[in-house]
């Protein structure tokens, strides 16, 4: 009897519908759960068939289940759907075992249901979110592709495998090596082994090989993806076609190089013809202002005219006193800020005026005269500023000159109009000094 009350304990308080039936499917006990699952009370169900609950297109399902029961055997765990009173389908899990009489005899079935609406939901979003990734990653430009966080790859979309003619088990782990260049392989694997190694992410430039069994070049980029706790969870990776890109920048830097040919051999003929025609002081200074336009040049065109670090710039320019860089001539600062073209022309031509007057009467005419350049961003009222000084010491004497002539508006008068600077000269006793302080706005290369 206690067994009795603690069996129907059970039954009472299950989450899932318990139900039985005789052999013809006629519901013989139904409980709680039940009635919350399918919306049909005791009284509605006991003594009616089964088949009220199971739509008309799967009534096949309860002769089957009834033949499998008639002969004793279990029903194992089977998902299908039954409808609930309102006329909904529920999704549910079901397992049938028979019921025997105390003779041993099959006298019905025990059903126990689960409802899997919440499993086939998320089910089912999980499904949708896979294929929204596949249709996703199958139809971007890129190649793409999945790491483990090793650096195991185990998965490429369809256009790695269009463009290589791949498989998977060749690419699968470290097979991506197959289809790249022999002469790039060793540098890309030492560089992306380092990311698996710290996290880090990942681009390189190299060419792959397709199916036709030419190379294109890709720029590749890898991300990690981390976890709750922070630990790599796996790295996307993406590698963009760049081929139509390099050999339009190579055209473009082919192009570049014969300008700039073409306008150093019309510099070199000016000078010639200046040479020819003037006097010699005047031919020097201007062939050297030539040169000097030459020198910008040559940096801004191997940079394809997107600007020019000042530090770079400055040696250039101080090519007469090239062997003096490091020993009595001293850059600091932040070397590496970025001119624009305009203004690496204007403070190269004036920096080269400097340098010319260094070496004729200044500082660099003496074995003992020292200059310093700083190059500077600072905050003036609010407004990023870069500032250049040269200071010349231990030279000569020095006074101002008693006229002003186109040195004076190289490294006057141009950078104020052209930069818009604030230009400061000065001859005190202890050496020669020129201060520039111009808007960053007007320095920096546009955006």
């Known amino acids: 009897m206690q067994l009795e009350t603690h069996f129907a304990a059970i039954v009472q308080n299950s989450f899932d519908a318990i139900v039985s039936k005789d052999l013809h499917g006629t519901v013989t006990s139904w409980n709680p759960a039940a009635e919350r699952i399918f919306g049909w009370s005791a009284e509605e169900m006991i003594g009616s ?7 008309a297109e799967l009534h096949h399902e309860e002769d089957q289940i009834l033949e499998r029961i008639k002969s004793g055997a279990i029903v194992s765990r089977f998902e299908t759907k039954r409808l609930h009173k309102d006329g909904r389908l529920v999704p549910i899990e079901i397992t049938l075992s028979p ?47 999945i790491a483990q966080p090793d650096g195991t790859i185990f998965w490429y979309n369809d256009r790695w495998y269009e463009y290589t003619g791949t498989t998977l088990d060749q690419m699968f782990g470290w097979g991506w090596t197959k289809v790249h260049h022999p002469d790039h392989v060793e540098r890309v694997k030492n560089r992306i082994q380092q990311s698996w190694d710290t996290g880090i992410e990942w681009e390189d430039t190299f060419p792959l090989r397709g199916r036709d069994g030419s190379y294109r070049w890709f720029l590749s980029r890898a991300k990690p993806f981390l976890d709750d706790n922070g630990k790599i969870w796996r790295w996307f990776g993406t590698n963009t076609d760049i081929t139509e890109q390099r050999q339009n920048e190579e055209t473009i830097r082919l192009l570049m190089d014969e300008v700039n040919h073409r306008a150093k051999n019309m510099v070199t003929v000016v000078q010639a013809m200046v040479a020819r025609t ?105 407004r990023k500023m870069l500032r250049i000084d040269w200071d010349e010491l231990d030279g000569p004497a020095v006074s101002p000159p008693a006229r002003t002539g186109f040195g004076t508006v190289m490294i006057d ?11 400061q000269i000065g001859f005190p006793q202890s050496g020669f000094f020129w201060k520039l302080v111009a808007p960053v706005e007007t320095v920096r290369p546009a955006q």
């Open 99 to 145: 019921i025997r009489d105390s003779l041993g005899n099959v006298v019905g079935a025990s059903k126990i249901a689960g409802d899997i609406s919440e499993t086939v939901e998320l089910r089912t979003r999980i499904a949708d979110s896979e294929l929204q990734f596949r249709m996703l990653a199958n139809n971007i430009a890129q190649l793409a592709w």
């Open 49 to 55: 068939p089964i088949r009220r609950i199971i739509p």
């Open 278 to 382: 003037a006097d010699r002081p005047f031919s020097t200074a201007l062939t050297g202002r030539l040169l000097a336009l030459s020198r910008n040049q040559d940096i801004l065109t191997k940079r394809e005219w997107r600007g020019a670090p000042i530090g770079e710039l400055i040696r250039s320019q101080l090519a007469v006193a090239a062997d003096l860089i490091g020993d009595r001539i001293v850059l600091k600062g932040e070397l590496e800020f970025t001119l624009s073209p305009s203004a690496s022309e204007a403070i190269g031509l004036a920096i080269h005026e400097l340098a010319t007057n260094a070496t004729k009467y200044g500082a660099l005419s003496q074995p003992t005269g020292r200059i310093s350049i700083s190059c500077s961003v600072v905050d003036e009222a609010g």
């Open 413 to 423: 008068r141009n950078p104020r109009a052209a930069l818009g600077a604030d230009v």
